[in-house]
């Protein structure tokens, strides 16, 4: 067995692992900090929805247009 070689069950997690892991805890007090329900209004629609659901519904949205805008050669 060389030094290199991990044993089965103990495998270190890649930088893609952990930074998932990270911005799920983010993720996570974000949802837990923003529970309150708040008012919005767009044209003629009025909803109540979770501040949070609200603001990642918004960010969804602002990711869509930065992708479908993208100039393609």
Known sequence: M????VPAGHRRLSAKQWTAIVLGIIALIFIL?????VRVEL???????????ILSITL??????GRFSKKRD
Do not use: E, V
């Not at 060389?2 to 070689?5: A, F, K, T």
């Not at 044209?43 to 659901?53: G, K, M, R, V």
């Open 2 to 5: 060389s030094q290199d070689s």
């Open 33 to 37: 900090q923003n529970l309150n329900y």
């Open 43 to 53: 044209l003629i629609f009025h909803t109540s929805a979770p501040l949070w659901a």
């Open 60 to 65: 969804f949205i602002g990711y869509l247009i």
